[in-house]
Each structure stands twice: as structure tokens, then as C-alpha cells.
């Protein structure tokens, strides 16, 4: 398959399935329900999806209704959960496609309610809880609030349209080993399950229970329950320096190729604002790539990137579509020559990235452009390409 080498993300589809197996013997005997929100975290969802769905994968999160039809759309045909708030309007959409929708207050499970009412068939939902993490659920974040937060559930059993098959909740600091914050976690965790036996015992047991993101099912493979929702562990990364899985590997790398290449005099100034002179004469290759295709320019004469596996540091400031590195040391380096910008030997690592620009793996990954082709290969063969902008 063919694509215009000028900036392009490439995926290793046998490291996804690999870390997708990983996670599954890891969670056992839960069921791993793989977290493809934001186009697979910027992997491309349509491929990612077929992938996982290929290894076995039967669950998949999104965060909204658009992400979920799309996967449709795509051939996905297991269970879709969003994640996130749906229009009520859009409840035949929901119904339509088969889609859970989360359900996250009162108010709201009303208001799904009135809509699906009349309909052929009731809305899948689960029922998400606030057990500290302060972002959408029904309030169960202090022990005086759960027997208040189980009727409320219940009373969710009792509305027409409506088919509660989950309940889950989402760790707010899991991915730290403080232990203020593990602490809270083990705190999160009983909250949850002093709930869940609440609603057990107004009569209500929800197929599908959950609670661990990726940092709760490496650090407490135990209290899997029946779901899990592994995200960043998926793509190769893990969720912070401190809760780490051993045995990912790595399903992104960044690629460019040198446009030109000229040799600064000593004195002589690079990019906006001149902000790398050169002290000596100095070679300077300019990549095809640059802020608006994800690149931080936080990483202005900090990044380093590398070609056939030598380090090239970035020089001044990295441009919009552009950005220099010094190839002083690479003496056969040329235009045309691939360029790997993050994530092979030589380059700094997703996560050197994230560090560098004061930012996490996530929204690094989450920024590649569209404009960015993804190159998916197996077996180290091209397999797939997809492009936002027409093919040429």
C-alpha cells in the first residue's frame, strides 16, 4: 500500500494484540472492555477496533454516541459503552444501534425514560457512581450518602424504556502509590462496594459491574469484578511512572522525512525568534512536520528525534508544519531520509514527549492531527492505511 511519505503515524497492530492478551490474562476472570475513545487515542479507531475485535475483544468504551455509531459504521459488533452524556433526543439512535448508554443521574435516567417510552425495545444502560472521582455519577462519595444513592438506582430499575445491565464507578488517583492517595483508592473501592451490596439488597444486581481503569487493574487485578476498562495500558503506555504492567509494548512511532538539509556558519540563527544560533558550523536538516501535526513545540531545542537510529536534536523553535535538527553527526543524512520523531531507537519515547512538554502520553497521542496518516502494520508488513484527507 501506498502513502506519501511526509508525516505519518505508524501503528504496530501485533503489539496492540499483544498488550490486549496481556491485559485479558491480567484481569482474569474478568472481561477486558477496551477503552477506544477519542479515535482510538489517536490510533485510529476503525482499524484498532477491527483488531481488537479479531483478537477476541467483545466491549468496547467510547465517549459519546458519534464515536460509537462510527464503530458500527466500521463493523464493530460487540458491546459499546459510552462512556459519556447522550442527548435524549437521540435515544432511537441508541436503540437502533444496539448502544449502552451510561446513566448518571435521576434526572437524567428520567429524561432517557420519557424518550424510549412507545419504543421496541428498551435502552441498555449502565448506571455510573460518584465515588470520588467528582465528575459525572450518582453521589455516593461519603458513607451517609449510599443508602440514599442504592434507592436512587433501584428507582432507575422501575422506569419503562429503560434495561440496567451495569453499574461502575472510575478511580480518581490509582495510578499513584502515595499513600495519601492509595489511601483514597482503598477508599473509592469500599465506598463502591458497600453500594453495590446496597443495591443488592433492594433486590437489584446488575450484570456487569466495574471499576478499575488501567492504574486499578495493575494495581488490584483483584477487584476486576466482572469488567475492566484498560485505555493507555491498550497503546503501549503506562499510566504513570509509579503503576507500571511489565511486558507492554510500545503500538505507536511518529515518522517524518528530511525536505532539505544546509549548513549554518557559526553566528548564523534557526527558526522563529532565533532562538538556536549556532556556535560552530553546524549541518540542519528541515522534517516535514510540526505543531499542527501534534508535534508539542513545547520540544523547541529539546526533542530529539533520530535518523537510522542516531540522535538529532530539535534546533529553535519547532513551526507549524516544520521543524530543524541537527545532523552535524550523521554525515550521509539527506533529503528524502525517514526520520523517526518519537518512539524508535534513537528518539525520545512517548514518554520522554509527555515529559518534555509538562503534559501525559494521553494528550500526546490524543493530539496527532488528522491531516497525520495512520500506517498500520503487521508482521512489519503495511496492512492498512487511513487518511482523513483525500488520497492522492
Known amino acids: 500500500m501506498h502513502f506519501e511519505k511526509h508525516c505519518w503515524a505508524e501503528v504496530n497492530l501485533d503489539a496492540l494484540v499483544h498488550n490486549f492478551q496481556l491485559l485479558s490474562r491480567h484481569a482474569q476472570p474478568a472481561t477486558v472492555c477496551c477503552v477506544v475513545k477519542a479515535g482510538a487515542y489517536g490510533h485510529g479507531d476503525a482499524v484498532i477496533c477491527r483488531t481488537l475485535q479479531e483478537a477476541g475483544a467483545q466491549w468496547f468504551a467510547v465517549s459519546c454516541l458519534a464515536e460509537a455509531v462510527h464503530l458500527r459504521g466500521c463493523g464493530i459488533e460487540g458491546e459499546i459503552l459510552i462512556l459519556g452524556h447522550t442527548d435524549p433526543d437521540y435515544v432511537p439512535e441508541l436503540i437502533r444501534h444496539g448502544l449502552t448508554q451510561t446513566v448518571f443521574s435521576t434526572s437524567y435516567a428520567q429524561q432517557l425514560s420519557q424518550r424510549a417510552t412507545g419504543l421496541p425495545r428498551p435502552i441498555s444502560c449502565h448506571l455510573k457512581v460518584d465515588t470520588g472521582m467528582g465528575r459525572l455519577g450518582f453521589a455516593a462519595r461519603h458513607p451517609e450518602e449510599i443508602p440514599h444513592c442504592a434507592a436512587e438506582l433501584a428507582q432507575c430499575y422501575a422506569l419503562p424504556g429503560l434495561r440496567i445491565t451495569g453499574l461502575y464507578q472510575h478511580f480518581a488517583v490509582a495510578d499513584s502509590t502515595q499513600p495519601s492517595d492509595e489511601a483514597y483508592t482503598k477508599t473509592q473501592h469500599n465506598q463502591f462496594c458497600q453500594l453495590q451490596q446496597a443495591l443488592e439488597e433492594l433486590g437489584h444486581r446488575p450484570q456487569w459491574i466495574h471499576c478499575c481503569n488501567t492504574a486499578g487493574l495493575i494495581q ?14 491498550l497503546y503501549g503506555c503506562n499510566p504513570s511512572a509509579e503503576v507500571t504492567l511489565e511486558g507492554l509494548l510500545p503500538v505507536l512511532t511518529l515518522k517524518t522525512v528530511i525536505s532539505q538539509v544546509k549548513t549554518l556558519a557559526p553566528g548564523e540563527g534557526v527558526s522563529y525568534g532565533l532562538h538556536f544560533v549556532a556556535e560552530r558550523p553546524t549541518r540542519v536538516a528541515t522534517l516535514c512536520i510540526g505543531y499542527a501535526d501534534g508535534y508539542p513545540r513545547l520540544l523547541s531545542n529539546r526533542g530529539i528525534c533520530s535518523i537510522a537510529g542516531s540522535p538529532a536534536p530539535v534546533l529553535g523553535r519547532v513551526c507549524m508544519d516544520q521543524m530543524m535538527v541537527d545532523i552535524s553527526h550523521i554525515p550521509g543524512a539527506q533529503p528524502g ?56
Not at 488490584?220 to 476498562?229: F, I, K, N, S, Y
Not at 531520509?337 to 512538554?357: I, R
Open 220 to 233: 488490584h487485578p483483584e477487584w476486576g469484578m466482572d469488567l475492566v476498562r484498560p485505555g493507555i495500558a
Open 337 to 392: 531520509d525517514e526520520v523517526t520523531v518519537f518512539g524508535g531507537p534513537g528518539a525520545d519515547s512517548l514518554n520522554q514527549v509527555a515529559k518534555k512538554a509538562d503534559t501525559i502520553p494521553y494528550e500526546i497521542m490524543c493530539a496527532l492531527a488528522l491531516r497525520v496518516p495512520r500506517v498500520y502494520r503487521k508482521q512489519g508488513q503495511v496492512v492498512s492505511v487511513s487518511e482523513y484527507l483525500n488520497k492522492i
